[in-house]
């Protein structure tokens, strides 16, 4: 309904409703009332106070009656007499209207005083103490009473009725006087002396009424009632104040909610939904939240964010209504990859199930981390194992939650146990598709390998050689992991974690990235970052270096760090040979090579690794010989035979996702690749890592698709036709774009039509392609070392 707004509120019967609906707004929520109020003049409140006065004189006087009676029907169940009965039958009517009289009367007197003492703010005063002393005297009442006369049953009738009664009288009383007197701060003690003035009233006008049989019953009814009565008032006087200041009576009805089973749908009835004063927790709230929301979901919601901005007493168990939902959507989630977005939302704190909000967080991370690069897995062959890995972190997170306090416990395990679903599905479709696939594609011909899910071969020799050096005892004076383009010097700083000792750390960067040759600010941030992704532990600067003392000080103090730890970091940098671009273009100092310097020679815990496909001496600035003086160099050789064919016949073994003898761990049999397959695919790759996966992964594809159980010579021909097709960009950088010589293109243009030819007569080509790895000598001539570069030169070159 809309209520007429207060100044308009008048004493007509049309009025009524607008009147009871004012007064039930300042019961529940008093402020929201005293806002209203305080819009008004003075005299307008004192006005409003006598005109809500007149509704709620008649329900005084009726509540009044109805309780006084509920007394007597419960005295009567316990066996009073007939006669007593009559007498608290007069009683009751003669004490409802000395009461509501009385009441009456003392509104009025508080009223004046108010008035004429009115100060500043008081209407919230004079509200609490009303409903709470007006509730607290019923349930005295109600107690003091049933123990008096010794009739159990009565007391819980009189604390009900009683209860009603203080409310009823509570508002229209007190409240009202508040409310005439003005905002007052010393207008509670006035409002505590019209109430005491209503209240004897009440009684005189109620004992007026008595007859002489009743006086004479009371008086036989003898002294130790009396005393009794009185001792009860004092036991109950303490417990009636505090249930009614905390408004605990609606505890009761709170349990109809809850019990015999949880009504969702009254929720809207519930105290807590209406009445904004209630002090103390109500047990179970949740649950019945949670069954609103099943219901009403929207609403539910929104009642929830009510009940943790504005009810601080239910805040706690709206927390957890929203935990419990939030972990509900989760488990209706049917992208796992979100599930960290949604769970973000949760509660956190620092009490109860709260404390415990971050460790769930962060394992259900795991689960939609897991989930996201299982969804960048397009290979059914790798998609398998790690839908098995996703399956089996979502079954162990299942079992742990099931520890955690509720609403967690239960509710993700709940979740987990759909989550576990999906999986088991993602598992079982792409075994499915595994089990129909005839060869494994595992080779991969382009950026660096994963050895977790693609063809990786550990190159153990220069492994061994780097290991040597960085464990020197002296330190490592820096490094330069020299190779030709596509021999894997990328691809083994990527996968060096793992095969290095437990106390290196690598922290791998590229020269090809943006930020490595913008700027030197942007230079130093790229080394900085890659410093904290590596060693999250160690000390970090205020703001990332901008200059290069700023970056020196941060390699100082991360070098400084490792000797504490008795640790090492591997700082690499592949694709160095843009840093000479840089400085030659102006774009990074020069003094950038004095600092590396200094700091390899200073700082032996942190040593510089740089990989590149040029050597020092191709190399244009010439402080590079300064600075790489005392730089250990490291070649990346080509693959030998036994290499090729560890890499053609069991290509996973590094890989992660399988145990160590797993079985279902793919691998190809030498006869998969034809009688001397491997070693034709070795001698004409060349040797070459790149050239080598561009031949395997070209010849399982053909496989796969003739439906051929091995590479026989036809396909294998096919092999090398569709290999250099495919191949095309790599095969001519090698060949002519890496050419900077006049005359060195020719050169090798000329094995177009002949396998062999004389050396160069220019010495520096001569160089050059033997730097190169090109060629080979045959005698006194000379012929290209890898025949598929030489077919290439024949089909496209």
Not at 382 to 411: N, T, V
């Amino acid at each position: 309904m809309t209520p007429l707004p207060l100044n308009q509120i008048g004493l007509s019967w049309r009025h009524h409703v607008s009147a009871l609906w004012w007064l039930a707004l300042l019961y529940r929520q008093p402020y929201h009332f005293r806002e209203a109020l305080r819009t008004l003049p003075l005299k307008h409140r004192v006005v409003t106070g006598f005109c809500l006065l007149g509704p709620a004189l008649p329900w005084m006087l009726l509540v009044s009656l109805v309780v006084e009676l509920l007394g007597i029907g419960i005295a009567l169940a316990s066996g009073l007499s007939s006669f007593t009965a009559i007498l608290l039958v007069k009683h009751a009517v003669g004490t409802a209207m000395g009461t509501t009289l009385g009441i009456a009367s003392g509104i009025t007197v508080g009223i004046g005083v108010g008035i004429v003492g009115g100060i500043a703010d008081g209407i919230a005063i004079g509200l609490a103490g009303e409903i709470t002393f007006g509730i607290a005297g019923g349930i005295v009442g109600g107690i003091a009473t049933g123990i008096a006369n010794e009739i159990p049953g009565k007391i819980t009738g009189g604390i009900a009725s009683g209860t009603v009664l203080g409310i009823v009288l509570g508002i229209a009383g007190g409240i009202v006087i508040g409310i005439a007197g003005g905002i007052a701060r010393g207008i509670a003690t006035k409002i505590a002396v019209g109430i005491a003035v209503g209240i004897t009233l009440g009684i005189a006008l109620g004992m007026a009424n008595w007859t002489a049989n009743e006086i004479a019953f009371r008086i036989t009814a003898g002294s130790t009632n009396e005393i009794a009565f009185q001792i009860a008032v004092g036991i109950a006087g303490g417990i009636a104040v505090g249930i009614a200041a905390l408004r605990a009576y609606h505890l009761l009805p709170h349990l109809l909610f809850l019990w015999p089973k949880l009504r969702g749908p009254w929720y809207r009835y519930h105290p807590i939904a209406w009445d904004n004063l209630c002090s103390i927790p109500f047990p179970g709230l949740d649950r019945l939240l949670l069954a609103y929301a099943d219901l009403a979901p929207t609403e539910a919601d929104q009642e929830i964010e009510r009940l943790i901005d504005s009810y601080p007493s239910q805040r706690f168990q709206a927390l957890k209504a929203k935990a419990a939902l939030i972990a509900r959507t989760a488990g209706k989630e049917q992208n796992l990859a979100r599930l960290d977005d949604i769970v973000a939302a949760l509660p956190r704190g620092d009490q109860g199930f709260l404390v415990e909000v971050p460790r769930v967080c962060e394992k259900i991370g795991e689960l939609a981390a897991l989930q996201r690069h299982l969804d960048t897995i397009t290979r059914p062959l790798f998609r398998a194992p790690h839908a098995a890995l996703l399956k089996e972190k979502i079954d162990r997170f299942r079992d742990q939650i099931a520890g955690f306090p509720e609403p967690l416990g239960s509710e993700f395990r709940a979740a987990a146990a759909h989550w576990l679903a999906i999986a088991e599905r993602q598992w079982r479709e792409a075994q499915a598709v595994v089990d129909k696939e005839p060869s494994p594609q595992v080779f991969r011909a382009g950026d660096p390998a994963d050895r977790r899910q693609e063809a990786f071969l550990l190159r153990q020799r220069v492994i061994g050689d780097l290991e040597a050096q960085l464990m020197l005892a002296t330190g490592c004076p820096g490094l330069v992991l020299y190779g030709r383009r596509r021999t894997g010097k990328s691809t083994l700083l990527r996968n060096l974690d793992g095969f290095l000792p437990d106390t290196v750390t690598v922290a791998a960067l590229s020269m090809q990235d943006p930020r490595a040759f913008t700027a030197l600010d942007s230079f130093a941030g790229l080394i900085a970052g890659t410093i904290a992704g590596a060693l999250p532990d160690a000390p970090r600067p205020p703001a990332p270096p901008a200059t290069l003392p700023a970056l020196f000080a941060l390699l100082d103090a991360t070098n400084r760090w490792l000797l504490g730890e008795d640790r090492r970091l591997l700082l690499a940098v592949d694709e160095y040979e843009f840093l000479d671009t840089k400085i030659t273009e102006g774009v990074l100092p020069a003094d950038l090579l004095a600092m590396v310097r200094e700091s390899i020679q200073t700082h032996r815990r942190l040593i510089w690794l740089f990989a590149g496909s040029h050597h020092i001496a191709e190399l244009t600035h010439p402080a590079w010989t300064s600075a790489f003086v005392s730089v250990r160099t490291l070649d990346m050789p080509l693959f030998d035979l036994s290499e090729t064919r560890l890499l053609l016949t069991e290509p996973l073994r590094h890989s992660p996702l399988w145990a160590k003898d797993d079985p279902r761990r793919p691998r190809f049999a030498p006869e998969f690749w034809g009688e001397d397959g491997i070693e034709r695919l070795h001698a004409d790759a060349g040797g070459w890592p790149h050239l080598v996966q561009l031949l395997a992964e070209t010849a399982v594809n053909l496989v796969n698709d003739s439906a051929a159980h091995g590479l026989d010579p036809a396909l294998y021909q096919r092999t090398l036709d569709k290999a250099v097709e495919s191949g095309d960009i790599v095969l001519r950088q090698l060949l002519e774009r890496e050419c900077r010589l006049d005359g060195e293109w020719p050169y090798l243009s000329a094995f177009r039509t002949g396998e062999t030819q004389p050396p160069p007569s220019d010495p520096a080509i001569a160089r050059a392609l033997r730097r190169r790895l090109l060629v080979v000598e045959d005698g006194d001539r000379w012929r290209l070392r890898v025949p598929l570069m030489r077919h290439w030169l024949r089909e496209r070159g």
